[in-house]
């Protein structure tokens, strides 16, 4: 079976639904090829930070409602070393503006809801994604769907289909360079029932290694512990976690974690990556596919919304305009801000985690670094700058 479209996006995570809606928006027609069922998309646990240029996106859209009533608005973080927590004032330093705390599959709720509700087409559990023809004006996408050999006509393809995608390897390879960073330790995340132990994240640097406190609801907190990236969850026993979690977080003062059941645990890898450039002839990629960071900055969830603004606008003014210009310059503006941010979550890293081979000069130069960062208003700003959100612009 044949279909047209005049934008064949792949994927449906915040890059590839976001980029829908914001195409439908203006009167340019996509349709959305997922590989995962429409559950698994919308029960995945993954980032939950969103900055303040994501926040105001979602609600110019009309897609806030539900992120404004049940995300939390954070006004600042807590950096803890040495037994003492130091709260960097975000919104004190960034001009009032603030992170909003609400759970990435929460978003893809809203957003496939808003997209189905306006006669959009996302196909769920589609098979076998390939590309064909993307250096032409006419690119193709093929796929199985229920059972069907499917045939997608496309004036552009949109590649949102994650780290682990399909639509990069459409990239010829004399043409792309790869950088990779990978980081010798990986996170053991966990959500547990209990009310938060805190009103603003908590990132923890302690000789054992880092811990974060996170939250996703009054009910439901979310923590991070650093750990051997090979290491197996069936090791972490719960009393070991939480053990962990005390002894990390531990402060000289009256604070407490309050602790309850985990319901779920698994461990993450870390790693850098980007792919450059994010264009090649009518393939245009967004997202985790093109680019990677350590989550300690937050940041994987906002790039992906940047990536695609500047991708729908730049189609828009194609399609309004015939004007190519932005589209031709598409990778060089992103990636000027997919720097910024591997950067910045890189170092946030790098001062935050306990390296397995560092030495004593190693660790002299972390603390440095946190003191400087806590007790310098400019130190502290640069943080903030960054942790809330550079301008889409940058
Ligand atoms: N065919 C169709 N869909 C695919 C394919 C494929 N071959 N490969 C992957 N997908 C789908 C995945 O199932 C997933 O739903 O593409 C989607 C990609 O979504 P994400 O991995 O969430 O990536 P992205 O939209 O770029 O979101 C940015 O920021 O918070 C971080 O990593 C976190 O997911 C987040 C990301
Ligand atoms: C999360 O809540 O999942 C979270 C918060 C802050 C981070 C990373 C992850 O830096």
């Not at 900055?51 to 105001?56: L, R, W």
């Not at 309850?260 to 990629?285: C, D, H, N, T, W």
Request: proline residues 4%.
């Amino acid at each position: 079976m044949n279909m047209r479209t005049q934008v064949g996006i792949i994927g449906a995570g915040p890059a590839g639904l976001l980029l829908s809606l914001l195409l439908a928006r203006e009167g340019i027609d996509s349709i959305v090829l997922e590989s995962r069922s429409r559950e698994e998309v919308e029960t995945t646990i993954r980032a939950g930070v969103l900055e303040q240029g994501t926040v105001n996106l979602l609600m110019e859209m009309g897609l806030g409602e539900r992120m404004q009533r049940e995300g939390a608005v954070h006004h600042g973080i807590e950096l803890r070393f040495d037994g003492e927590g130091h709260r960097i004032p975000l919104s004190e330093l960034t001009n009032g503006r603030t992170i909003t705390l609400y759970p990435q599959h929460e978003v893809l709720r809203d957003l496939i809801a808003a997209r189905l509700n306006h006669g959009g087409h996302i196909l769920f559990n589609v098979k076998d994604v390939q590309l064909f023809d993307v250096s032409s004006h006419q690119p193709r996408l093929q796929f199985v769907h229920e059972h069907e050999q499917m045939e997608l006509q496309c004036d552009f393809i949109a590649g949102c289909d994650g780290f682990h995608g399909v639509s990069r390897a459409s990239l010829p390879e004399a043409i792309q360079t790869v950088f990779t960073r990978f980081y010798p330790f990986g996170w053991l995340g966990i959500l547990m029932q209990a009310p938060p132990s805190s009103q603003e994240l908590i990132y923890a640097y302690s000789e054992r290694g880092f811990a974060l406190v996170s939250t996703r609801s009054p009910e439901l907190q979310r923590m991070y512990l650093q750990c051997d990236p090979n290491d197996d969850i069936a090791h972490w026993s719960d009393e070991m976690i939480l053990e962990e979690l005390q002894l990390r977080l531990a402060t000289r003062g009256q604070w407490q974690l309050r602790i309850g059941p985990i319901i779920q645990k698994s461990i993450l890898a870390m790693r850098s990556f980007v792919i450059e450039p994010m264009q090649y002839g009518r393939l245009f990629l967004a997202g985790d596919v093109a680019h990677i960071v350590p989550p300690t900055g937050a940041k994987g969830l906002n790039l992906a919304v940047a990536d695609v603004r500047h991708l729908a606008h730049a189609l828009t003014l194609f399609y309004k305009e015939e004007r190519t210009d932005l589209l031709e310059a598409y990778s060089t503006t992103c990636l000027r801000r997919v720097w910024r941010a591997e950067h910045f979550s890189w170092w946030m890293t790098s001062m935050l985690h306990r390296f397995p081979d560092d030495d004593p000069f190693q660790q002299r130069m972390q603390r440095a670094q946190l003191e400087y960062t806590v007790r310098s208003r400019a130190a502290a700003a640069s943080l903030a700058e960054n942790y809330v959100g550079l301008p889409f612009e940058w």
